[in-house]
DNA sequence: GCCAAGGGAAACCGATCGGTATATCTTTTT
DNA sequence: AAAAAGATATACCGATCGGTTTCCCTTGGC
């Protein structure tokens, strides 16, 4: 029983050639070659490109919201704390040197029809991260948690844009006190 | 004289594939092709194909900023009038049936690297565009000129992914409320 | 009429694409 | 020990990639 299995491995480095340079760009014998496996492992383990996309963005959901939940819950404790305290811990992923912008924005880029697999796993991802701000917002017995969830999404997708496109890596700093004035006033 | 010179029938189709299909999805051959165009042609008018994905995110540039001031004065006659408008505008352009998300957006995710050409020409776009906000608000005598227009920016981001990504053609809504709000309290 | 220029169609280039097949070797299970 | 399973490298497949070249035809200027 290894370490990593194959397939794990596969997933791993595809993901991180996926972020860095692109789906398109990225060929099949590239991650094989990085992920020091066979192509015929490839295929028994997935049964086109395709599938293995849609595999590293499921494990790219699972990951990135794991760690933006357990960041939040880490840097505050109240829920209200926890709204504002986000925007601390998008600071620190735009300031990451392998941070590419968000992973599922650029997937929705490539696979723009919107009833392609890849698109709708990336809404579905949208969903969920949008899910937790109105679980805390809930919690936080804000006036209107669903407006305010939506909202204090639009900030932090708008930040993640900045700091990808424009190299503004604290691009977090004007979404946060905007947000700060969303709390002051939902309450 | 033509109607429009080869290059330009090149530029404006390869504008539409790029736009729908991405860059690295859309081959020469398509462009080509949908163009009605010879390959030598095309050759002839652009070096490579970043040369001619260059060219397209150029023309994108100018006809985009036309679009968005034309319909923002349109719109509406003060500085202050204008920088809500912008969000009525947007919401316009996200439920045209050819939107497919910011094409410099999308680019910045097919081209990663902040030192590549493309990239660097799709941060030099969001500048021209943050700075015609800008403008706006240093008309409309607001306090902090720079920090509204960074924080509307913001907003104007968060929209168009969101409306792309999750296919929430209102999403400019909620974003209009926020301003307003800002707008408010920035002068 | 003549001639150069530009464009068109298509062949061609080497490289790479996603994907399959084969044949050998190692590991695990029984 | 034998068999089944999984992994390896490698060759191969047809298609397409970005890009070049060849040949022919049209067009406009003189």
Redesign the interface.
């Known amino acids: 029983m290894p370490a990593l299995s194959k397939r794990e491995q596969i997933v791993t480095e595809a993901l991180k050639l996926f972020y860095?340079?692109?789906f398109?760009?990225t060929g099949i014998d590239r991650i094989i070659s990085e992920a020091k496996v066979s192509k015929k492992t490839l295929y028994n383990h997935f049964r086109s490109k395709d599938e293995l996309v849609l595999a590293t963005l499921r494990k790219r959901d699972e990951l990135f919201r794991n760690y933006i939940m357990r960041e939040t819950e880490l840097r505050s404790r109240t829920p209200r704390e926890r709204l504002l305290a986000i925007f601390d811990v998008i600071e620190a992923w735009f300031q990451e040197s392998s941070f590419?912008?968000c992973m599922?924005?650029?997937?929705?880029?490539?696979f723009?029809e919107?009833d392609h697999p890849c698109?709708i796993l990336?809404?579905e991802h949208?969903?969920l991260v949008r899910e937790y701000l109105r679980d805390l917002a809930v919690q936080a017995e804000a006036q209107a948690p669903e407006?305010l969830s939506?909202?204090l999404?639009?900030?932090?997708?708008?930040?993640?844009?900045?700091a990808?496109?424009?190299?503004d890596h604290d691009?977090a700093s004007?979404?946060k006190?905007?947000a700060e004035?969303?709390l002051n006033?939902a309450f």
């Open positions: 860095r340079n692109g398109h760009a590419s912008g599922f924005i650029n997937a929705s880029a490539e723009s919107s698109h990336c809404a949208k969903r407006e939506k909202q999404n639009l900030l932090i997708e708008g930040a993640t844009v900045e990808h496109v424009c190299g691009a004007p979404a006190r905007i004035m969303l006033q």
